[in-house]
């Protein structure tokens, strides 16, 4: 019996050697990471230009190839076809990949920021001054976003419905068009647009999503096969997301130019918006609870067939 256990145990530290050797110092591995323009993913633009995950990830003998999107859908498509590994996108699109046939993973919460989500009137516009008189008018946001869920939570909170208001859908392409073309009377829009509008001088806010139980929960969501056999390699790359957003108050005034660039935005601009979010990348229970309120958004809106527990899409990693 003595004997039999001693092989067993061998056997299974040879495994481990194995597979150790395989991860270390065997055939080189490859992590593709989907990013796109959003402030609420400032700390990864920080750590790909200082270069913080290729350094951390070189002794493991893994490239790193960046992939540069234009919005959350696009990096679904791209986890979805197995062309991305790990990808940061907003609550919606996190909610959406987590339901995919394709097995995902949530491993982090790269950003929460309510008030990166506002309504806007325009500034000459006196007689439009609270989120109280939205009856009557047309609302203008993108069907299936997070922006129609602030105006379904900022309807609830004020006894009022879709009947009540007449709602428009848009790009957020059109936004400032929409706005300065009175062809709605409010627009619910996101950072950077909420920034760049009021400092253009065309628009002014007149709520914003701290007023309602909106998070604005954002994700890091990992293809489930990638993770199981490179979880090392994720937890690098959230360890150095931490790392980079630690460096935002004093960041140097070059990677705050470069940044700043990506998103279109000026450095004060680029400063004012990173004071909106809360970038500690840990799950807590008030971001599952946030995202299961996505769930039963998109559910009630048709986006979603059915829903899901969250909580069942989770996989905690020691940082």
Request: glycine residues 6%; neutral net charge; hydrophobic residues 40%.
């Amino acid at each position: 019996m003595k004997k039999y256990s001693l092989i067993v145990i061998v056997s299974v530290i040879l495994q481990i050697f194995l597979i150790s050797c395989k991860k270390t110092n065997g055939q080189e591995r490859n992590v593709r990471i989907a990013i796109q323009p959003s402030a609420a993913f400032i700390p990864l633009y920080i750590a790909r230009y200082k270069g913080f995950i290729e350094d951390s990830l070189a002794q493991k003998k893994v490239s790193v190839q960046w992939q540069d999107f234009e919005s959350g859908p696009s990096i679904n498509e791209s986890l979805s076809a197995d062309m991305s590994d790990i990808g940061v996108i907003g609550d919606v699109p996190t909610v959406l990949a987590l339901a995919n046939s394709t097995p995902m993973k949530l491993v982090g919460i790269p950003a929460r920021g309510p008030d990166a989500y506002a309504v806007l009137t325009q500034k000459q516009n006196t007689a439009f001054n609270s989120a109280k008189e939205l009856k009557g008018k047309k609302i203008a946001t993108v069907f299936g976003s997070t922006g129609h869920n602030f105006t379904t939570l900022l309807l609830k909170k004020f006894g009022l419905t879709f009947d009540d208001i007449e709602f428009i859908n848009i790009s957020s392409t059109e936004a400032e068009t929409i706005l300065v073309s009175d062809l709605a009377d409010a627009l619910v829009i996101w950072e950077p647009n909420i920034t760049r509008l009021t400092e253009k001088g065309v628009a002014k806010v007149i709520a914003r999503g701290s007023e309602t139980s909106l998070k604005g929960t954002n994700g890091f969501v990992a293809r489930e096969e990638f993770l199981s056999e490179n979880s090392d390699i994720i937890q690098a790359i959230l360890k150095e997301y931490v790392r980079a957003a630690e460096l935002i108050p004093g960041l140097d005034s070059r990677t705050k130019e470069r940044v700043a660039a990506q998103l279109n935005l000026s450095v004060e601009q680029l400063t004012t918006i990173a004071s909106i979010y809360d970038f500690s990348i840990n799950i807590t229970s008030e971001d599952i609870d946030s995202l299961q309120d996505t769930v039963r958004f998109l559910v009630d809106i048709g986006n979603l067939s059915k829903p899901y527990y969250i909580e069942s899409k989770i996989e905690r990693l020691k940082l």
